[in-house]
């Protein structure tokens, strides 16, 4: 039996929301297979009464609710879905913690009880031990980071499990542990794996049992050093950009930084260029910041003489070599949020993240790098009608759409994230 996705337009999607699909940059043939991957449709186990989740998890629901939005919640008007999740927060209390990432639309961020990365989100959830309830606005993988970070009685939830992550989904278990096998057959070599955290959590339980750690696009060097002072090599999953942009700034050559292609006999590489290697580079990036190129840097600059250009290191090497400033979204959040009236910034990243900047500091010049729609479509899926349907079946004592991680990856998952923690 299949659970259905919900077949009725989204109310809420806007223009930008309903073109998101053909904005977004899916030039290859793999982004095309990945973005499908994402938004399959949830299998439904009829015997376990457990829908099958993400590599290592299950998303568990209660039985007689499925991964559909209940039409009920489709009409409502912004001023109802407003009252009522306003209504099932105070019901709910200290009882729930609603969480919301830099990325998540307006309408959606603005219930949230704490705004932030993932990992930032995940500490503050789980330092709320009173709060048994954790509804997470952002996408799959940082539902599974609370989760793993989470108490055993607090229970994590996604208002839509449709919300993934494509750059997640490009490194599975399978080929990462026929990769691992290959590395270290051709080299001999100590390798280290570190895995950026937008991965799933079978991934983080790999890094962990293979003795590599977790990193964040502010730690990534930091893990990386570690790494390397602990083997021969690294491998670095599954963002490609970052682990170059990172291993770049640490000093390492280009050609000593080889992409591993997963589709590829031997990851495309040669037995020489292994053994050359330092860092093995996963062959995956997020969709939204390599749309960024460096063209948009150029017209920004002719455009607006002296504006500064700052980018996410998720951007490609080219475009963060051109830019002025290079770091985490905490990094741009706290630069812009401490740059002086009058500042002028073009900002390489996810474009609700730049709006809201521009809108909490008017009397700054704040610009997208691209003027082209730059959004995360995936986690766009989570929508006030989906916040409102979770929390009040909460209310009514119905658990939707919990994300919760099997215990074994659970473990191996938090052991590579603690020794980010250490390491840090």
Same mark, same amino acid.
């Given at each position: 039996?299949?659970?259905?996705?919900?077949?009725?337009?989204?109310?809420?999607?806007?223009?930008?929301?309903?073109?998101?699909?053909?904005?977004?940059?899916?030039?290859?043939?793999?982004?095309?297979?990945?973005?499908?991957?994402?938004?399959?449709?949830?299998?439904?186990?009829?015997?376990?009464?457990?829908?099958?989740?993400?590599?290592?998890?299950?998303?568990? =629901?209660?039985?007689?609710?499925?991964?559909?939005?209940?039409?009920?919640?489709?009409?409502?008007?912004?001023?109802?879905?407003?009252?009522? %999740?306003?209504?099932?927060?105070?019901?709910?209390?200290?009882?729930?913690?609603?969480?919301?990432?830099?990325?998540?639309?307006?309408?959606?961020?603005?219930?949230?009880?704490?705004?932030?990365?993932?990992?930032?989100?995940?500490?503050?959830?789980?330092?709320?031990?009173?709060?048994?309830?954790?509804?997470?606005?952002?996408?799959?993988? =940082?539902?599974?980071?609370?989760?793993?970070?989470?108490?055993?009685?607090?229970?994590?939830?996604?208002?839509?499990?449709?919300?993934?992550?494509?750059?997640?989904?490009?490194?599975?278990?399978?080929?990462?542990?026929?990769?691992?096998? *290959?590395?270290?057959?051709?080299?001999?070599?100590?390798?280290?794996?570190?895995?950026? %955290?937008?991965?799933?959590?079978?991934?983080?339980?790999?890094? &962990?049992?293979? &003795?590599?750690?977790?990193?964040?696009?502010?730690?990534?060097?930091?893990?990386?050093?570690?790494?390397?002072?602990?083997?021969?090599?690294?491998?670095?999953?599954?963002?490609?950009?970052?682990?170059?942009?990172?291993?770049?700034?640490?000093?390492?050559?280009? *050609?000593?930084?080889?992409?591993?292609?997963?589709?590829?006999?031997?990851?495309?590489?040669?037995?020489?260029?292994?053994?050359?290697?330092? %860092?093995?580079?996963?062959?995956?990036?997020?969709?939204?910041?390599?749309?960024?190129?460096?063209?948009?840097?150029?017209?920004?600059?002719?455009?607006?003489? &002296?504006?500064?250009?700052?980018?996410?290191?998720?951007?490609?090497?080219?475009?963060?070599?051109?830019?002025?400033?290079?770091?985490?979204?905490?990094?741009?959040?706290?630069?812009? *949020?401490?740059?002086?009236?009058?500042?002028?910034?073009?900002?390489?990243?996810?474009?609700?993240?730049?709006?809201?900047?521009?809108?909490?500091?008017?009397?700054?010049?704040?610009?997208?790098?691209?003027?082209?729609?730059?959004?995360?479509?995936?986690?766009?899926?989570?929508?006030?009608?989906?916040?409102?349907?979770?929390?009040?079946?909460?209310?009514?004592?119905?658990?939707?759409?919990?994300?919760?991680?099997?215990?074994?990856?659970?473990?191996?998952?938090?052991?590579?994230?603690?020794? =980010?923690?250490?390491?840090?």
């Amino acid at each position: 039996m299949v659970a259905q996705g919900s077949t009725t337009p989204n109310p809420s999607l806007s223009k930008e929301g309903n073109h998101a699909a053909i904005l977004m940059r899916r030039g290859e043939a793999e982004d095309h297979e990945v973005f499908a991957r994402n938004v399959r449709l949830v299998e439904w186990n009829a015997h376990s009464q457990r829908p099958v989740g993400y590599n290592g998890v299950r998303s568990k =629901m209660a039985t007689a609710v499925l991964n559909t939005l209940p039409e009920l919640y489709v009409g409502l008007s912004e001023q109802e879905l407003e009252e009522r %999740i306003a209504a099932a927060k105070a019901e709910l209390g200290s009882r729930l913690v609603i969480l919301g990432h830099h990325y998540q639309r307006d309408e959606v961020v603005k219930f949230a009880d704490f705004r932030g990365d993932s990992l930032k989100l995940s500490q503050l959830a789980a330092a709320r031990p009173e709060a048994r309830y954790i509804v997470f606005c952002g996408v799959h993988f =940082m539902a599974e980071s609370a989760d793993i970070l989470s108490a055993d009685h607090q229970i994590v939830m996604l208002p839509d499990l449709n919300a993934g992550c494509s750059m997640a989904d490009m490194a599975e278990l399978e080929q990462v542990e026929a990769c691992w096998e *290959e590395l270290n057959g051709a080299t001999g070599a100590k390798i280290v794996p570190v895995t950026y %955290i937008n991965s799933t959590a079978a991934i983080k339980a790999f890094v &962990g049992r293979n &003795g590599g750690a977790v990193c964040t696009s502010s730690n990534a060097r930091k893990l990386m050093e570690w790494a390397l002072a602990r083997g021969e090599k690294a491998l670095f999953l599954p963002d490609e950009h970052l682990g170059r942009n990172t291993g770049y700034r640490m000093g390492i050559p280009l *050609e000593q930084m080889a992409v591993w292609n997963p589709r590829e006999e031997a990851g495309g590489l040669s037995g020489e260029e292994m053994r050359k290697a330092r %860092i093995f580079l996963w062959k995956g990036h997020c969709s939204v910041h390599l749309r960024y190129v460096p063209q948009h840097v150029e017209r920004a600059r002719r455009a607006h003489p &002296g504006i500064r250009v700052i980018a996410h290191p998720e951007c490609s090497w080219e475009v963060c070599q051109m830019a002025d400033e290079v770091g985490s979204t905490e990094y741009i959040v706290k630069r812009i *949020e401490e740059s002086p009236a009058g500042s002028e910034w073009a900002v390489g990243t996810e474009i609700h993240l730049v709006n809201r900047l521009a809108a909490e500091h008017a009397d700054r010049r704040i610009i997208p790098l691209d003027d082209c729609v730059c959004m995360c479509s995936t986690m766009y899926r989570i929508s006030p009608q989906h916040l409102c349907w979770t929390l009040e079946s909460v209310v009514e004592g119905q658990v939707v759409n919990q994300v919760e991680v099997e215990a074994e990856t659970k473990r191996w998952a938090r052991v590579a994230l603690e020794r =980010m923690l250490e390491n840090s």
